[in-house]
């Protein structure tokens, strides 16, 4: 810590200290202004009456006169709002009182945004908010001031900042230019600094520093090592042991760096150990996919951009407004369209590949997107992001448990993920991948799927296929009775009415350039569906990808394995599809 010592130079109106980290700090003349009592939750007051001159900074002064100087003296304010008119003004007016008064640091939302609650996980902080009353030019504004365990600051403190309103006579204003909110980052000025952030840091670290929370980080000794432990362990204070794999590797320790239930299989074993981790995450070469794990329990990447987008309004600041746009890639499950829905935001089905989300977000159309290939994002940059989904699950996690006392039962990933289902449904999903496929076997199933396509109306009866004595699952129905039991469940349950079949094509509403040929899917009229394409990732022979999902509104069976739920649509896939007779291959390389 250091100590300051200010040199008092003169001039004519106001009077400028030169401080010796540098910035410059000016003494600003006032005189008291009446009526700057607090009511119930802060100052309210019309928005006019807070632009008169000096106003709000009489206020924001009194308070810091109000404070003991150890409270805020190189320390670490909040700032946050919920965006109403004159926020971005005030916003200016009290980064500059702070940093005039030597506050250390001040964490602002991205374009001031951050919800109350948001605020309240700090230790100290403003909220420019006039809560439920109407805001605009003609309306109202307001300020409100949490003290340092994060509680609305008492009376003791809002009488004294009352008695410094009558008696003030000067403002302290730090003179450095005016901070640009829109942009999410770090700007230093002498020892003070501006952060402006995506994500509520105090309150994933208020999760991460639990004694009841264990959270497991693998960079599969690929890029995101490097950015593992200066996130999660110097400012998020997870623990060091938190993060494995964490040097990145020419050969990626002989793994392949790919975050799925197959190669990240050293994180999935500690998920799934007797008293394993609470939270588990990897992320892949480059660093841009994330798989997220509770314990013993895996999100799917369709499930997880949907319950992202689902809480992302009230557990992530940059979001505050509310998503503007939901997007997925075509095989993607249809999670997320009930959320948009649900939500009342507009939705796009894009085929595979990042590429397809950024015109939506360039245009504003889009916030929030996935895919099933481990990819989520958001337009807060414009490819897919693995540490930003790992920080956007945390969020969600923490603001879930930010009231739980040390001892109270916290709220799990499987909880988050049960109770999403409970409220929307579940797609069950899953992806088959048959890996370096000989290319021409490959090809032709495809062009027999699209032919099928073709030639296929709406109505058509798909269930019956699916009773195939040479599939190894028919095969193995009489071992015992229960899966004799699925066998007849299979006979029944079989039979799925097409509501279309196509080859998806997309035309991209911001451009419209059109896509073709971006894979072969049946719809049927349960929602459920069957899609097949050619990977486009490979770099030997071909890579076949089936991808089946089916939908089920009834909570008492969402507690079923996705792979016993999706036998039947399985098996009807591989019939259909005649994938052993074209490939020869019996059984996946990968299933995700
Ligand atoms: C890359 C792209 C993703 C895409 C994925 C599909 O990761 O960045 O946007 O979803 O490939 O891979 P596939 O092997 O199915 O073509
Ligand atoms: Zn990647």
Not at 220 to 237: N, R, S
Request: glycine share 10%.
């Amino acid at each position: 810590s250091h100590s300051r010592s200010f040199t008092i130079k003169a001039s004519s109106s106001s009077t400028t200290i030169v401080e010796p980290e540098g910035i410059k700090i000016t003494s600003v003349p006032t005189k008291p202004i009446e009526g700057q009592k607090t009511g119930t939750s802060g100052l309210r007051k019309k928005v006019k009456v807070f632009m008169e001159e000096n106003y709000l900074s009489n206020w924001i002064q009194s308070l810091f006169n109000s404070l003991p100087p150890e409270d805020y003296k190189n320390g670490v304010l909040v700032l946050g709002g919920d965006g109403r008119y004159f926020n971005r003004e005030a916003s200016q007016i009290i980064i500059k009182i702070a940093a005039g008064n030597g506050v250390g640091k001040i964490l602002v939302g991205r374009d001031g945004i951050m919800s109350t609650p948001a605020v309240s996980a700090a230790n100290g902080g403003f909220i420019m908010s006039a809560s439920h009353n109407p805001g605009g030019p003609e309306y109202d504004w307001g300020i409100k001031f949490n003290y340092n365990s994060g509680q609305p600051a008492p009376e003791s403190i809002t009488d004294k900042i009352y008695g410094n309103t009558l008696s003030i006579s000067e403002i302290k204003m730090a003179e450095i230019p005016d901070v640009d909110l829109s942009r999410t980052g770090v700007t230093k000025y002498g020892n003070f600094t501006v952060e402006v952030s995506v994500f509520d840091f105090q309150l994933i670290k208020s999760l991460l520093t639990r004694s009841d929370f264990r959270f497991a980080f693998d960079a599969m000794h690929a890029v995101t090592g490097a950015y593992a432990k200066p996130i999660f362990v110097d400012k998020l204070e997870a623990s060091l042991d938190s993060i494995s794999n964490g040097v990145p590797l020419e050969d990626f320790g002989h793994g392949h760096p790919d975050p799925n239930l197959t190669y990240a299989k050293d994180l999935v074993n500690t998920m799934y150990s007797e008293n394993g981790p609470d939270f588990g995450a990897a992320s892949d070469g480059d660093g841009d996919r994330n798989m997220i794990l509770g314990k013993k329990f895996f999100v799917t990447p369709s499930d997880s951009v949907a319950i992202i987008a689902a809480n992302a309004q009230e557990a992530i600041p940059y979001f505050q407004g509310g998503p503007k746009g939901l997007a997925r890639s075509m095989p993607t499950s249809g999670a997320l369209d009930r959320v948009a829905e649900k939500l009342g935001l507009t939705f796009f089905e894009v085929p595979t590949g990042w590429k397809f989300f950024g015109n939506l977000m360039d245009a504003g159309k889009l916030s929030i997107c996935g895919e099933e290939s481990f990819g989520t994002g958001s337009d807060h940059i414009r490819e897919k992001d693995g540490i930003w989904a790992v920080l956007a699950w945390l969020s969600v996690i923490a603001y879930r448990n930010k009231d739980k006392k040390p001892g109270e039962k916290l709220v799990s990933v499987s909880d988050v993920v049960k109770q999403h289902w409970a409220t929307y449904g579940r797609n069950f999903f899953s992806r088959y991948g048959y890996e370096e496929c000989a290319s021409e076997g490959a090809s032709k199933m495809i062009e027999y799927l699209r032919g099928l396509a073709s030639k296929s109306k709406a109505g058509e009866k798909y269930g019956k296929f699916a009773i195939n004595p040479s599939t190894p699952y028919i095969g193995n129905c009489h071992l015992s009775i229960l899966l004799l039991f699925d066998c007849l469940k299979l006979l029944i349950v079989g039979n799925y009415v097409l509501q279309f079949a196509d080859d998806f094509s997309y035309t991209d509403p911001v451009d419209g350039s059109v896509a073709s040929k971006q894979g072969v899917r049946f719809v049927f009229t349960d929602g459920s569906r069957i899609i097949f394409r050619l990977s486009g990732t490979g770099s030997a022979g071909a890579t076949v990808r089936v991808y089946i999902e089916q939908f089920e509104p009834d909570a008492s069976k969402h507690d079923m394995d996705a792979q016993v739920a999706l036998k039947p649509l399985i098996g009807l896939a591989l019939s259909v599809s005649k994938l052993k007779d074209f490939t020869g291959r019996e059984k996946p390389t990968v299933i995700t």
